[in-house]
């Protein structure tokens, strides 16, 4: 999986198929795609083949986005099983800036989430850390 890149853009009809044929058109594969609009507003929050293009096409044309860096891990599939891990996460001052469940199996999800301090994030987190996927920026 790559980076994956938050991105914001108007809550319209054609915003999201602009974003993506543009990716497309360069030949970029996007690996995962969710989000969620409200108001004026929507976000995405997606991964692609190629994260180097990826910010160029985004770059290019002028969306706001961030990167953050992104861990993924297990957590229990029942009701609180994720308020526990975003309350610890807020509690140490650490900013999700996306979030994504990525699987299943068992009586664990996996999460891949990014954040704005992955350091703190795994000191505070006493969750298994599965893999790591932090771009080299």
Same mark, same amino acid.
């Given at each position: 999986?790559? =980076?994956?890149?938050?991105?914001?853009? %108007?809550?319209?009809?054609?915003? !999201?198929?602009?974003?993506?044929?543009?990716?497309?058109?360069?030949?970029?594969?996007? =690996? #995962?795609?969710?989000? &969620?609009?409200?108001?004026?507003?929507?976000?995405?929050?997606?991964?692609? @083949? @190629?994260?180097?293009?990826?910010?160029?096409?985004?770059? &290019?044309?002028?969306?706001?986005?961030?990167?953050?860096?992104?861990?993924?891990?297990?957590?229990? @599939?029942?009701?609180?099983?994720?308020?526990? !891990?975003?309350?610890? $996460? #807020?509690?140490? &001052?650490?900013?999700?800036?996306?979030? $994504?469940?990525?699987?299943?199996?068992? #009586? $664990?999800?996996?999460?891949?989430?990014?954040? @704005?301090? %992955?350091?703190?994030?795994? %000191?505070?987190?006493? $969750?298994?850390?599965?893999?790591?996927?932090? #771009?080299?920026?």
């Amino acid at each position: 999986m790559g =980076q994956p890149f938050v991105i914001q853009l %108007e809550n319209r009809p054609g915003e !999201l198929a602009h974003v993506t044929r543009a990716l497309a058109m360069r030949g970029i594969n996007i =690996q #995962s795609i969710a989000g &969620s609009g409200a108001g004026t507003r929507m976000c995405a929050m997606l991964t692609t @083949d @190629d994260d180097e293009m990826t910010r160029e096409v985004l770059h &290019s044309m002028g969306i706001p986005f961030v990167e953050g860096d992104t861990l993924c891990v297990e957590v229990e @599939d029942r009701p609180g099983g994720i308020a526990e !891990l975003t309350e610890k $996460l #807020s509690a140490a &001052s650490v900013n999700i800036t996306g979030i $994504l469940v990525v699987g299943r199996r068992n #009586s $664990l999800i996996q999460i891949a989430f990014t954040v @704005d301090d %992955e350091a703190r994030a795994r %000191e505070v987190l006493g $969750l298994p850390v599965i893999h790591a996927l932090a #771009s080299a920026r």
